[in-house]
């Protein structure tokens, strides 16, 4: 539960301040700072998604309610794998499209994160292109989510949203 909302808030976090700070024209000493902090934020998330992986890995998630159809079991379950996807796969991308553009990340301006690759300007480009799709899809991914999670709650009244709220 805290390591879902946490995250929930830190993605929220970074996909706006993503779109804000490309919105930014040209390059000013604004853009450069948010350019750090979003990267910051989107290494922390990768940090953060492993350790719910490997929670998710170890402790399996209690089952779904038995009146919930099995079509809607099966959509859940590869919704939710297609976030997990998601969580891990965002900050890989925007981490090798740094590096790849010619700028290694130093994580809040303390720690040198390791360089894996050259500077590579064709790989920038498709790595751009791919950050920014996968983030379209993680924003249908988690509408889909969250109007599922409205649907159980509000429509079937079947106690499933309840289960990730700590302070039921
Ligand atoms: C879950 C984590 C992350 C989310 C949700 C996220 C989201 C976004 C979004 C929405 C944009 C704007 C795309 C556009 O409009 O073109 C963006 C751009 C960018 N992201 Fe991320 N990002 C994440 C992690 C990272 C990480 C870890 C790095 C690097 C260490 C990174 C580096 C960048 C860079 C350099 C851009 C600018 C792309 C450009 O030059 O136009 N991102 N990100």
Not at 37 to 58: E, N, P, Q, Y
Not at 79 to 103: D, E, K, N, T, W
Request: aromatic share 10%; charged share 10%; hydrophobic share 55%.
């Amino acid at each position: 539960m805290l390591l879902h909302w946490l995250i929930a808030l830190l993605i929220i976090a970074s996909f706006a301040l993503g779109v804000t700070m490309t919105d930014i024209p040209g390059i000013t000493p604004t853009k450069l700072k948010y350019f750090s902090w979003h990267k910051w934020l989107g290494v922390t998330i990768l940090g953060f998604a492993c350790l719910r992986l490997l929670w998710r890995l170890s402790h399996a998630a209690p089952a779904y309610p038995a009146g919930m159809a099995a079509w809607q079991q099966k959509a859940a379950s590869g919704l939710h794998q297609l976030l997990y996807l998601l969580m891990l796969a965002i900050p890989v991308s925007g981490y090798f499209y740094s590096l790849a553009a010619g700028v290694p990340v130093v994580y809040l301006g303390l720690v040198a994160l390791p360089v894996l690759i050259d500077p590579a300007p064709e790989l920038k480009m498709l790595l751009k292109t791919v950050h920014y799709a996968l983030n379209m899809t993680l924003l249908g991914a988690v509408g889909l989510h969250v109007v599922a999670a409205m649907k159980h709650h509000f429509i079937d009244r079947d106690g499933i949203f309840k289960r990730i709220l700590p302070l039921r």
